[in-house]
């Protein structure tokens, strides 16, 4: 008999238990490169471009941005972390580390002959519960900027040291609140981020109104005006919505339409001058509804990190006023939901409750990592954490300063629940496909030729 051929040449084959292999291999490699950068306590990459330029950052979704992925399976893992951080703004490093740890729980037990379709079945079956035990722990709260401040807060001590954490926060909370509206969603576009390589990082200062990267248009116009009406034309120039929003006023579009209703208000225009570049200041708006960031920093690199912490401060306290509750963060939730899981698998029938065992073990990568990036022992902190979970009942988290459990809600501790929300689906979902691989095909094109 005839044998036949299936694969073409030029295609090369992985199956079975060693695709499973090279796929679990990846995802704990990628995780292992993002594993330091976790939390308020975790480590900076140095990024090096091809021309030099130098990037300092541990905000996951920069180093997933900007780093060379060769394989496959992490480049697919690569990408559904950067939809979490596109969708909700954050959770990128956790996304990365629950998917590599989803894997590795897994491989404990296909690796004593478990079929992966069982623990992926136990997945999605864990997934469920988890959610239901996310709804149960997040806390309703009216937003004001008490809460606010704690959630911008806690987002931003993970992307930059303490003290400009602290800084950075009131800003960011009195920019969302400025451009707020009841029952139109928030534009954060209307949020403006300026740079001026100026003073020190801490100089950062949010300005109600406009900062406008470029000087008077004309040599003999006035460099500061006190008490300034403005004209809004949408002629020949440019024209910028957030001149209306800032000031007040409606654009013309010629001098025939000009009303005093016309004109804009600002306490205060002036230029500024900083070596070759100038800056024009437009403040002391009443209810601005456009404002401005001011960013300065003594060198690039401190801009460019500073730049992308504002945008995930900015979309945590949107995602908060959006959400209208938050859960407890320092690990309090992941802990919670393990203990949970762990219950619930006694009333679940037949082998899928190894795979909700898997998956309960896996979320507690986030606790373990956040107590060993801050200089403790993983498994001792994470034992103190559920002996105190399981004693009060309460969310209790890591407190990083000491290595010792506290109550998450009570320290002014707060995750984005959206983020967490989506977390927990998309991980599951990859972890299960990739679970499912069967085979990796590089596919040539002889057959085609031939």
Known sequence: MAAIKIANPGAEVTRSQAALAVNICAARGLQDV???????????????????????????????????????????????????DHITGDGTTSNV?????????????????????IIAE????????????????????????????????TSLRTKVHTELADILTEAVVDSVLAIRR?????????????????????????????????????????????DAYILICNVSLEYEKTLTLACGGLAVNSLEDLSEECLGHAGLVFEYALGEEKFTFIEDCVNPLSVTLLVKGPNKQTLIQIKDALRDGLRAVKNAIEDGCVVPGAGAVEVAIAEALVNYKHRVQGRARLGIQAFADALLIIPKVLAQNSGYDLQETLIKIQTKHAESKELVGID?????????AEAGIWDNYCVKKHLLHSCTVIATNILLVDEIMRAGMSSLRD
């Open 34 to 84: 993002l594993r330091p950068s976790l939390g308020p306590k975790g480590a900076l990459k140095m990024l090096v471009s091809g021309a030099g330029d130098i990037k300092l950052t541990k905000d996951g979704n920069v180093l997933l941005h900007e780093m060379q992925i060769q394989h496959p399976t992490a480049s697919i893992i690569a990408k559904v972390a950067a939809a979490q």
């Open 400 to 408: 990083l300063n000491t290595g010792e459990p506290m109550v998450a």
């Open 182 to 226: 009841p029952g139109i969603p928030i534009d954060l576009f209307m949020v403006e981020i300026v740079e001026m390589r100026h003073k020190s990082e801490t100089d950062t200062q949010l300005v109600r109104g406009l900062v406008l990267d470029h000087g008077a248009r004309h040599p003999r116009m006035k460099k500061q005006v006190q």
């Open 122 to 153: 136990g997945f999605d079956v864990a997934k469920m519960k988890a959610l239901e035990v996310l709804d149960e722990t997040k806390v309703q709260k009216e937003m004001k900027r008490e809460i606010l401040l704690d959630v911008a807060r």
């Open 97 to 117: 580390l629950i998917i590599g740890e989803l894997l590795k729980q897994a491989d404990l037990y296909i690796s004593e002959g478990l079929h992966p379709r």
